[in-house]
């Protein structure tokens, strides 16, 4: 397959959208956590949950929408929820490791996770949430 036809195929647009949809919810994820840890003094791990839950509901509704062009179901939510949680296990662990073992300021860590995680989570998504 040539690159036109790479950059065409069904996979890629949906993985391109789907790196969009990872941007925003990325977004909301790094910027709670930020505020939390910078402005109310919150521990990393709290900061990244509850950034977590909230890029995980914004990230949901868009990728139902737009990447995977799919009506709402209630078992695309329960896959959904699992692989994200999933995925935040590799979050806390990737920043627990990186800040509490290893001594890196949080910023590396999240720079870390996001790079991991939403590779790991689209497979997931593609081929078992919303199939």
Known sequence: MN???L???NIVKQFIKYAIVGVIGTAVQSLTLILLVEKMS???LLGS???FIFSLIVS???NVKWTFKTERRSSFFYKYMIVSISGLGINLLIMFL???LI???YIWAQMAIIIIVPISNFFLN???AFA
Do not use: E, T
């Open 3 to 5: 690159l036109m036809g």
């Open 7 to 9: 950059i065409q195929s």
């Open 42 to 44: 919150a521990n990393p």
């Open 49 to 51: 949950v509850i950034g």
């Open 60 to 62: 949901y509704f868009i």
């Open 98 to 100: 990186m800040v509490n």
């Open 103 to 105: 001594g890196l300021w």
């Open 126 to 128: 593609r081929y078992w």
